[in-house]
C-alpha cells in the first residue's frame, strides 16, 4: 500500500513542519480549514480570527471595539465576544516552479478588521495597511520577495427593517508573496502578529501608526 505522504513533496512536508513551529499570540483563534484545490499542486490553509479579550487577559486592547467595550464594562466581561478580526494564511507549492511567483512556494493572505467610520475616507489607510505587512515581515526576519496586495476599504450601510443598525467601514487587505525558502516559521508568525495589529491589540511594531478602529456603543 502506498503512504499518501510518499507522493508529498520533501520541501512541502518541510513547510508543513514550519508551520507547525510557529509561535502565535494565544489571543489569535488559528485553526486549519480546507485549501484551494485549483492554485498549486500542493496547499494548506489556515483560519484566524481575533476575538476581544475578556478580564484578566494580558493583551488589553489600546484601541477598537474591544477597548471600548471593556472600558463601559469596568473589567466585567460580555459572554458575546466581540470578533475584532478575522484572516487567511494559504500556503501554495508547485515543485516545477512558477515564473509568476518567481519561486516553487507562494503565501497568499486575506485580513479583515472594522474602521471607525471617520476613518473611510482617509487616502492613507491603503498605504498604513501595506506598511504592516511589510513591517512585520522584516521585523520577524522573514526573507520574500515578488510581494503585491490590495487594499480595500468597504463600506455597509442598512436599510429597510435593518435601518436601525449603524452604518460600518471595513478594512481588507489581499496580499501574497513568495518566501525565500521552505522555512516559513517567521512569514506564519508576521502575519498572525498583522492580524493582531489589525485587531488592534499591542504591542504595535515601532514605527507604525495605530489604525483606529470603528467603536461600538
Known amino acids: 500500500m502506498v503512504n499518501a505522504l510518499d507522493q508529498v513533496p520533501p520541501d512541502f512536508l518541510q513547510a508543513l513542519g514550519a508551520l507547525r513551529k510557529a509561535r502565535c499570540r494565544k489571543e489569535l483563534h488559528l485553526a486549519e480549514i480546507p485549501a484551494p484545490a485549483r492554485l498549486a499542486p ?57 515564473e509568476v511567483w518567481d519561486g516553487e512556494f507562494r503565501i497568499v493572505t486575506y485580513i479583515r478588521a472594522e474602521l471607525e467610520p471617520e476613518m473611510g475616507n482617509d487616502q492613507m489607510l491603503g498605504t498604513v495597511a501595506w506598511t504592516w505587512l511589510v513591517e512585520a515581515l522584516e521585523n520577524h526576519k522573514a526573507p520574500y520577495r515578488a510581494a503585491g496586495g490590495t487594499a480595500t476599504r468597504v463600506l455597509s450601510e442598512s436599510f429597510g427593517t435593518l435601518a436601525g443598525r449603524p452604518g460600518s467601514i471595513d478594512i481588507e487587505l489581499r496580499a501574497s508573496w513568495t518566501p525565500a525558502s521552505a522555512d516559513v516559521t517567521a512569514h506564519l508568525e508576521a502575519w498572525s502578529d498583522m492580524v493582531c495589529t489589525f485587531a488592534g491589540l499591542p504591542p504595535l511594531p515601532d514605527g507604525v501608526t495605530a489604525l483606529p478602529h470603528r467603536r461600538r456603543s
Open 42 to 98: 500542493f496547499a494548506v490553509a489556515l483560519g484566524a480570527e481575533v476575538l476581544a479579550p475578556g478580564a484578566g487577559t494580558p493583551a488589553t486592547p489600546v484601541h477598537g471595539p474591544a477597548a471600548m467595550a471593556l472600558a463601559s464594562a469596568a473589567g466585567v466581561p460580555d459572554e458575546d465576544e466581540t470578533e475584532l478580526a478575522t484572516g487567511r494564511f494559504i500556503l501554495l507549492h508547485d515543485p516545477d516552479g512558477s
